[in-house]
């Protein structure tokens, strides 16, 4: 929305379930986005409000290939994102800001 400021953009994908997004952390918004389909793209969108976030952990694991995991505790959900050490830490550090 044109109010919001852009916190963070990943330049890598995260994973949440199954499906690859890039993160956007706005300082309202967490969203994952995603272009979808072979031949009509689609739009694929996952979005938590700041507002309603409860809590937050990181954890890294692996000795070569580093992956770090953020669980979300949201106030009606849980979001767990995963992905390349480097990029979801630095994801962690900004959403960190908002707790």
């Not at 890039?22 to 272009?35: F, M």
């Amino acid at each position: 929305m044109p109010s919001e400021e852009v916190r963070f953009h990943s330049s890598f994908g995260v994973h949440y379930g199954k499906k690859t997004y890039h993160a956007v952390l706005t300082d309202r918004r967490i969203l994952l986005y995603a272009k979808r389909g072979a031949f009509f793209k689609n739009d694929d969108i996952v979005i938590q409000k700041i507002s309603d976030l409860q809590g937050i952990k990181y954890q890294e694991d692996g000795l070569i290939n580093r992956r770090g995991t953020i669980k979300i505790l949201g106030a009606r959900s849980e979001m767990d994102l995963w992905g390349s050490a480097t990029e979801v830490k630095a994801l962690y550090q900004q959403m960190m800001q908002f707790m």
